[in-house]
């Protein structure tokens, strides 16, 4: 069965950078594209980019100001999400999912990952 | 950005009763929506896409409708392990996917 399973909880200070990986199972990893998005606590989800696990090619949300990257590792099957520069607003949990074949709709999500900012 | 809109931000129904959810979109998006039950602790789950169509494993008795800007999320006799946040999503033109603030169903 499909699986993503994510790294584990993390406890940055201000001004640090994260990288947080997403492990996939159960499928052919170049043959889809991995999304990662975001909820902070009280708030909406929050998409952040998208990565296409074949070329690597890429696609980011403008609100994160160039701070994130995605990337991939095609022979671990694993998508990583990178954020520097963090800030306090950037205590969320962050999510890999896979979206279906053929449109943008997420029908695999990770657990989760917890990001705490605090100085 | 196509900004999400769900109403009621809360919704209290009594189990064996119908819920109905909805979502609007600030511009057209035709039938690029989806609809998704996330629970505390869990990963969000797909329930709908395409405004309409139950993905895998989804019971008939949720349902969706709508197009251009304004969708439904109904479910018919609520189970316990309905109550749950509920969010809509649209694909339509992204970057960005956008998804709306939640509905909270909770029980009665």
């Known amino acids: 069965q499909v699986l993503l399973v994510q790294s584990g909880a993390e406890v940055k200070k201000p001004g640090a950078s994260v990288k947080l990986s997403c492990k996939a199972s159960?499928?052919?990893?170049?043959?889809?594209?991995m999304h990662w998005v975001r909820q902070a606590p009280g708030q909406r989800l929050e998409w952040m980019g998208w990565i296409n696990c074949n070329t690597g090619d890429t696609k980011y949300s403008q609100n994160f100001q160039g701070r994130v990257t995605l990337t991939r590792d095609t022979s671990s099957s694993t998508a990583y999400m990178e954020l520097s520069s963090l800030i306090s607003e950037d205590t969320a949990v962050y999510f890999c999912?896979?979206?279906?074949?053929?449109?943008?709709?997420?029908?695999?999500w990770g657990q989760g990952t917890l990001v705490t900012v605090s100085s | 950005e196509i900004v999400m809109t769900q109403s009621p931000a809360t919704l209290s129904v009594s189990p064996g009763e119908r819920a109905t959810l909805s979502c609007r979109a600030s511009?057209?998006?035709?039938?690029?929506l989806a609809w998704y039950q996330h629970k505390v602790g869990q990963a969000p789950r797909l329930l709908i896409y395409d405004t309409s169509s139950r993905a895998t494993g989804i019971p008939g008795r949720f349902s969706g409708s709508g197009s251009g800007t304004e969708f439904t999320l109904t479910i018919d006799s609520l189970q316990s392990e309905d109550f749950a946040i509920y969010f809509c999503q649209q694909n339509n033109k992204w970057p960005p996917l956008t998804f709306g603030g939640g509905t909270k169903v909770e029980i009665k």
């Open positions: 159960g499928y052919t990893f170049t043959h889809y594209s």
């Open positions: 999912a896979r979206p279906v074949n053929y449109a943008d709709y997420l029908d695999f």
């Open positions: 511009q057209n998006i035709g039938i690029n």
